[in-house]
């Protein structure tokens, strides 16, 4: 079996969202899914959860009892910080509502969750990068294809000044089993881990820079 995966992950350009449903899979309906390439980073770092070894000596104070510490992966924390402000792409990420006007319903701005709002349901990110291998981007199988298939984010700080500031979202990502082959029905591998990856030659979809519809899986 020959190894197709092997290069570095370099440049992030290509990011999916998709709401999801109680049951973990694609939510199905307009305006539930988001395609962008304006976003900066995500970042991602196991967290473990840890139970404490247990010991019991007898009498003698030999051991008669010892089990080992365990450490058990329960997911992953999460930062994905983005270029613009753009009201639906933080809305789908942080939650809250997309502010219009007019009567064609022109955005204009964005307003945060209000008081004990619901956490809801959470999103999928996938993100695309290049593959690179040596000096240069490799030309078969030339992109790397993160799923993450369970997330739930809130707002970073911000800061207001004469500086760009960083956009970011903070959360959480978790396993998810429903989400089976993702929001347009291409990914062909298991995705039930907080995060997987191929490297791949399948072009990434479209950008929408806006809303855009989740379909659903035709029957065979």
Known sequence: MADASRAISLYPFRMRVAR????????????????TESFVRVDYELQFSETDAVQK???RGDLCLNIPARRKLIGVNLTVEI????????EMLGGGSVLTEGAGAD????????????????VSIEVWTE???????VADRPFMWY?????????????LS??????LFDGTGSE???????????????????MQWVRTGVEPPAVTNGYAPIVAPSNP
Do not use: I, T
Request: charged share 20%.
């Open 20 to 35: 999801l449903a109680p049951s973990g899979a694609p939510l199905v309906g307009q305006d539930n899914l988001y395609v």
């Open 57 to 59: 000596p007898n009498g």
């Open 83 to 90: 270029c613009d402000d753009d009201p639906m792409l933080a």
């Open 107 to 122: 955005v204009v701005g964005y307003q945060l969750p209000k008081g004990d709002a619901p956490e809801g349901d959470g």
């Open 131 to 137: 593959a690179w291998s040596g000096s240069s981007k």
């Open 147 to 159: 799923p993450f298939p369970r997330c739930k984010l809130q707002h970073g700080s911000r800061s």
């Open 162 to 167: 004469a500086e760009p500031d960083e956009k």
């Open 176 to 194: 998810n089993p429903g989400w089976s082959s993702g929001p347009a029905g291409d990914w062909a591998h298991d995705s039930g881990a907080a």
